[in-house]
Each structure stands twice: as structure tokens, then as C-alpha cells.
């Protein structure tokens, strides 16, 4: 069997790895040259920083998907110069006493006639020129604003700039608000106080864990370092690739979670050799040549899950994915390079704290650091199987409503109570329907024969005899002429699954049967026929992702610690927490669970979820199964390893996954929708991962295993590359 240790019966530590090693001599160099590399890093910020204010950024939302019917409609509708295939907003105006009045009128118009000359806007379309602007009761009416460019590519001025012109018109008891994709920009939630928040209750948790606000302060600066100068570096990569709006504060919310944990992860090691008599130069060495190369395996291992994303081909998911995975890379390197320069010139210093404290707990006849957590692993190897069974089924029942999990976009209605757009949604919902929300946009192509307006008509008619429509626009020609454009409302919100039920229908059998008859082609498009689209594709190239991060992953593991069971261990518990991390986000925010509002689950987050978690998950996999490892090469003995390595990092583990559950549930106070689901599903999947997988299930399933949990056959150890960690 490949991988049995020779049996020794020495107690002694293992032998530490030359000094040669790449992460010792990165160690050695920061602890001699300390200021030289931290002058490095500040130059670097500063010069990121330099350059990244000079060049501004280049965030955009790209949810276009090539192929699909909505973005041909868009192609079409540019091709003979529709202004329908650009962006729009809604200027809404409700007054409870009536528009009718001349003077509201005269009001509207001067307003409309302004709005017309800013800057970004093609044409408008006034609330009074077709009597379906103006609501049943006569309260409500609103202004089409179609825009020279998409809305995700507004400029948030210029949007600030057509708001604040139409409510020039407000007064007299007339409300003005202004509706769209881009007005929801104006109600954007930074997500700033949800960071600081993380960060404090994370640095509370480090100074519970060293002692000292000091050594806490580390890992903190050391995050905070790499966030930093990654944040300006994603802002110079937005003029290369196409970066989401909502990325940024994604990579921030984990790269604090990461980088903390990283540098935690050193540091623990760092302090532990501290405690056992090493100086403070030789503790760096020895930390960064274990604890440092543990880093890096799991780091790869995140950055290879992030990756993966490329191959679902989602244009601003893309971007999202190089961004966070730039975000790793960098606070690995802070982690094996910037910390190691902190520790030297704090090192004497917490030479004397540690060991003081060490002196202490042995005085006052205090067990053991790892006690607690080696009685832990006894008790769960005495009963693996009752373990595993209730672990698994608690894990199951958590992930069973991930099977009803329906994907989708927030829209206005999501918006914060209050802000312009969600205002301008209400009231629109309240005057005209759900629906008028969500209108479907359908190009109608030019026939053969040539009629297309007769074409249009005959689409009209047929979209009145459809269920689930509430009403049609009138056609509306193309500016060449030769297409035509009717919009379709649904009685349904843009949200409901009757809406997208209704799309599927007028796609597979309303529009195909209305061709024969007609000969034009009909292509149906707009936001929400875009979100179905895009939701549509996430789920059908969702197993060729899962396949990519897993398969990497297990090819990873099995060249680190040469098993085969190992990886697939591994892997199957890690989709178990991400099942469970899943099901709970279905759970609140679809399901309205704890105070949420009930909708669709943002269609990019279950795997952007995924490649992180899976990613996050190897890191406590790697830290603990390194230790484990660690132990079986020296003694033999597996299941004493087992315990061993639990007690060695259970702690460790422990106190990061509470750092990254503190940041992560942080952003649940957001009030942006994407990033409160963000930070729940990450705070309950490390939750999941670092209490309920890391402490219960792999003591119970290596124990089950026994030896053969390092089994790797001859002709695989032959072929597969050799990472050695330990």
C-alpha cells in the first residue's frame, strides 16, 4: 500500500524541512530585509492606487449572452436604429387628485421637452402622447426615456442629472420619481459599515486568540494591505475586461474573510513554535515552510474553483471571477511575504507575550492547549457511523429546498423602501399591473412580402387572445421602418415564475404558430426575457462547472497528499456544505424566511457561491489534513493522527471560520439584496464547513477509512506530480 510511514516509536518532533525551501527562504529574506519589504508593499499600494485614480474605473453589468433569442432581438432592433435595443427609464408621475388638469399638463410637457436635451438621452416618448401611459384612474402617468446607450453603461451623473430635471414638474400635490435600471443605481448600497463591522467583531475574535491587540492588529493589516492594493489593481483590470459593478465589494467582502484567515493561519503556527522555544527568526522559517506552504496549496485551490467560472462563458462573470481570484493571489502573497516583515519587527516582542502566557497556563495547571479538541476526536472515533448518519442528515434536510431554487435577478421592486426607483415601481405596479414592470419587448422582422406593420397587427391580436397577458402597446416602427416593435405586459410581476412560465409559452408555441400563419419572424427580448436567458444558461452549464472545480480539485488533493479517497472525501463534503449553504439562502430569501422579502435568488450567485466555498472549503481541508498527515508519516499510527491533528488545528480552524462567518454575516446588514444573500450563504457554508465538516464528519469518515484513507495505487503515484506540503 503506497504512502505507510516506517513505524517509529520516538516521540520527537518531525525533522523541519530545509532551509533551502522556497517559503523558508522568503521567510529569511522578509526577517533580514523587514522595512525593505514593507516599503515595497506601501510603494506598491501608493503606486496602484496613483494609477487607478488617474484612470478611473470601467464597471459595467454585461448579462448579454451571444445566441440567445433576447440578444438577438437586441441585434435586430440596431439594425434598422429602434431605440428599443438601448436603455430606458420611467419618469412616474401620481398625484391622488388626478393628472388630467391642463396645468398639470402644460407642467409635464415643459419637463419632458427638457429632459429630451441631457446628455445620454435619444428621445421621449411623453406620459400624455398615448393614453396607455395614463392609468384607469387617471393618477398615474409615466414618461418613456429611452437613453443612447445601455443602462448599465449610465453614467450614475447623468442619471442624477434626468431625475433631478423631472422633478422640476412636481408640486401641487404631483410626485415625481424615476424608474428603470439605472435609476436603481442611485439607491447603490457601498456596503461600507458592513465592512468595518467585519473587521471589528474579526479583530475581537483575534484578541480573544493571541491576547494581545497587537498580534490581532496583524492579520487584520495584513488583509487589509492586500484588499487594498488588489481593489486598485481590479479597477485598472476593468478597462480590460469586463468587470460587474457588484464585484468590487464581492472581492472585498472575501478578500477580508481570506486574507485574515491566511495570515491567521501563519500566524498560529508562528506562535506555536514561539511556545515551544524557537527564536523568533527560526519560528518565521519554520511557519512559513508549513503553515505558508498550506496557504499556497489552498490558495491554488480557490483560484482554480474561481477560475472554472471562465467556462460557463458569462461575460461580467468572467470579469468577477479574475477579480476575486486576483483577490487570493494577492493575499497569499501578503500572507507569505508582508506578514513574515510584520513578525520581524514585532517578533522579540511576542517572544516574551507567548511564552509568558505559555509559563503561565502550565503554573496554574491548565491542560494542555488541544485538550478539549483531542477529546473531541475521541469521541467521535468511539461512534463514527451515529455521526456521520445524523451529520449527513441535518447537512441533507438543510439542502433539500436548494431543489426548488429558482434563479432569477432583483429588480426595482427589491430596491430599498424610499429610493426613487423602488418609489416609481410601486407606483406603477399600483396603476397599471405587475406587469408594466416587466414589459416583453417583441421585434417584429420584416415578412417577405414586406408588410411588417400588418405583421405587427396580427401580433397585437394574438397577444390579446393569450392568458397571462394584460395588455400590448400599439406598434411602434423602427426608425428605417422596415421593423416594428410591439410590447406585451404581463398580468404577472417580472419576478413571478408565471411571468417566466409565460415567456417559455409565447416562445415555444404562441410566436412560432403566429409565423406560418404570417411569414415574419418574431423575436421575443427585453429585461426580464434577458434574465430568463441568462438563468436559463446558468443552469444548463451548471454541470460542466461543477465538473471543472471538482475534477481540478481532486487532482490537486490526490498530488498533495497521495490518496485517492482523500480527494473524493473531500469533495463530497464539500458539496454537502455548499448543498446546505444553498438550501438555507432558498430558504430566507426566496421563501421570505426571517423578515426576508420572497423572490428569486440572483442568478450568478449559486455559482459564484460554489467556486468559492468549494475553493474556501479546501483551505480547512489542506490545514487540517496536513496536520493529520504530518502525524501518520511520523508515528504510523492513523488513528492517533487523527485526534492529533484535529487537537493541533481545531482551534485554528475554528477561530478563522468564526473570522470569515463575522465578515461575511457582516454584509447581511447591507441593504443591497445580492450582497445581504452574498454574505449569508458564505457565513452559512463556512459555518457548516468549519464546525459540522471539519470537527465531525472527517475524524468519523477517516476513522471509518483507517489507513486506506492514504491509499494511492502504484501506477497513479507513478504519474501524478508530487506537491509535498508537509
Not at 234 to 255: D, E, K, N, Q, R
Not at 301 to 321: E, F, P, Q
Request: charged residues 20%; hydrophobic residues 50%.
Amino acid at each position: 500500500m503506497t504512502g505507510t510511514p516506517p513505524r517509529t516509536h520516538s516521540t520527537a518532533p518531525a525533522a523541519q524541512p530545509d532551509s533551502g525551501g522556497l517559503f523558508a527562504r522568503s521567510a529569511v529574506f522578509a526577517h533580514r530585509h523587514r522595512w525593505t519589504a514593507l516599503v515595497l508593499w506601501a510603494v506598491v499600494l501608493a503606486g496602484i492606487w496613483a494609477a487607478a485614480s488617474s484612470a478611473g474605473d470601467r464597471y459595467r453589468d454585461d448579462y448579454s449572452i451571444p445566441g440567445t433569442e433576447t440578444q438577438r432581438t437586441v441585434e435586430l432592433l440596431e439594425e434598422h436604429g429602434s431605440g428599443q435595443g438601448g436603455g430606458s427609464l420611467e419618469i412616474v408621475l401620481h398625484d391622488p387628485d388626478g393628472l388630467r388638469g391642463k396645468t398639470v399638463r402644460q407642467a409635464v410637457g415643459a419637463m419632458e421637452a427638457k429632459v429630451a436635451g441631457l446628455p445620454a438621452v435619444d428621445e421621449v416618448r411623453g406620459a400624455f402622447a398615448d393614453p396607455s401611459s395614463l392609468s384607469p384612474d387617471g393618477t398615474t402617468a409615466f414618461a418613456t426615456v429611452t437613453l443612447d446607450r445601455p443602462a448599465e453603461e449610465m453614467e450614475v451623473s447623468d442619471t442624477r442629472r434626468i431625475l433631478d430635471t423631472a422633478r422640476t414638474a412636481a408640486g401641487d400635490g404631483v410626485r415625481v420619481e424615476l424608474g428603470g435600471e439605472a435609476a436603481g443605481e442611485l439607491a447603490a448600497d457601498s456596503g461600507g459599515a458592513a465592512e468595518g463591522a467585519g473587521i471589528l467583531a474579526a479583530l475581537v475574535i483575534l484578541v480573544f486568540m493571541f491576547g494581545t491587540v497587537v498580534a490581532a492588529g496583524l492579520p487584520v493589516i495584513t488583509a487589509l494591505f492586500a484588499v487594498g492594493t488588489t481593489l486598485g489593481a481590479i479597477v485598472l483590470v476593468s478597462h480590460l475586461f469586463t468587470v460587474a459593478t457588484w464585484a468590487p465589494y464581492v472581492m472585498m467582502l472575501v478578500g477580508l474573510g481570506v486574507g485574515i484567515d491566511y495570515a491567521l493561519l501563519v500566524f498560529a503556527r508562528y506562535r506555536t513554535e514561539l511556545t515551544s522555544g524557537a527564536e523568533t527568526a527560526e519560528a518565521a522559517r519554520r511557519a512559513l515552510q508549513t503553515a505558508g506552504r498550506t496557504v499556497a496549496v489552498a490558495g491554488c485551490t480557490v483560484i482554480i474553483a474561481l477560475l472554472g467560472l471562465v467556462a460557463l462563458g458569462l461575460g461580467a462573470l468572467r470579469g468577477a471571477a479574475l477579480a476575486v481570484a486576483l483577490t487570493i493571489l494577492v493575499t497569499m502573497l501578503a500572507s507569505l511575504t508582508l506578514l513574515p516583515a510584520l513578525l520581524a519587527v514585532f517578533g522579540k516582542r511576542f517572544e516574551r507575550q507567548f511564552r509568558a502566557r505559555a509559563a503561565k497556563r502550565a503554573e496554574r495547571g491548565k491542560s494542555e492547549e488541544g485538550a478539549g479538541w483531542r477529546r473531541l476526536g475521541a469521541a467521535v472515533q468511539r461512534r463514527p457511523v451515529a455521526v456521520l448518519v445524523l451529520a449527513v442528515v441535518a447537512l441533507g434536510a438543510l439542502a433539500a429546498p436548494m431543489l426548488g431554487m429558482r434563479l432569477g435577478f432583483a429588480d426595482a421592486g427589491n430596491d430599498p423602501q424610499g429610493s426613487t426607483s423602488r418609489e416609481a415601481y410601486d407606483r406603477l405596479a399600483d396603476g397599471f399591473g405587475p406587469g408594466v414592470n416587466g414589459p416583453l419587448v417583441i421585434a417584429v422582422a420584416p415578412p417577405e412580402d414586406g408588410d411588417v406593420r400588418a405583421a405587427a397587427r396580427s401580433l397585437t391580436t394574438a397577444l390579446r387572445d393569450t392568458p397571462g397577458i394584460a395588455g400590448s402597446s400599439g406598434v411602434i416602427p423602427t426608425g428605417d421602418g422596415e421593423a416594428a416593435t410591439v410590447l406585451a405586459y404581463p398580468k404577472t410581476a417580472p419576478q413571478d415564475e408565471a411571468t417566466t412560465d409565460l415567456v417559455h409559452q409565447l416562445r415555444e408555441e404562441v410566436l412560432p404558430g403566429l409565423s406560418e400563419r404570417t411569414g415574419a419572424d418574431y423575436l421575443l427580448g427585453g429585461a426580464t426575457a434577458s434574465v430568463i436567458d441568462y438563468s436559463d444558461t446558468v443552469a444548463a452549464r451548471m454541470p460542466l462547472f461543477v465538473a471543472i472545480v471538482v475534477g481540478l480539485s481532486m487532482l490537486l488533493l490526490a498530488a498533495v497528499f497521495r490518496s485517492l479517497l482523500i480527494p473524493l472525501k473531500a469533495a463530497l463534503l464539500n458539496l454537502l456544505s455548499i448543498g446546505a449553504a444553498l438550501g438555507a439562502i432558498t430558504l430566507v430569501f426566496q421563501n421570505g424566511w426571517l423578515g426576508e422579502q420572497a423572490g428569486p435568488i440572483e442568478a450568478y450567485l449559486p455559482v459564484m457561491i460554489f467556486a468559492i466555498v468549494f475553493g474556501l472549503s479546501m483551505d480547512y481541508e489542506v490545514f487540517l489534513l496536513s496536520r493529520m498527515r504530518e502525524e501518520w508519516l511520523r508515528t504510523g499510527d492513523h488513528t492517533a493522527a487523527v485526534r492529533e491533528g484535529l487537537a493541533r488545528t481545531g482551534a485554528v480552524v475554528t477561530a478563522a471560520g468564526a473570522i470569515m462567518i463575522v465578515v461575511f454575516g457582516s454584509f447581511f446588514l447591507s441593504d443591497d439584496r445580492m450582497l445581504r444573500q452574498f454574505g449569508f450563504g458564505l457565513a452559512v457554508a463556512i459555518f457548516m464547513d468549519a464546525v459540522v465538516i471539519r470537527c465531525l464528519l472527517v475524524p468519523a469518515v477517516l476513522r471509518l477509512l483507517g489507513p486506506r484513507a492514504w491509499w494511492l495505487p502504484r501506477p497513479v503515484e507513478r504519474i501524478l506530480p508530487r506537491l509535498d506540503i508537509d
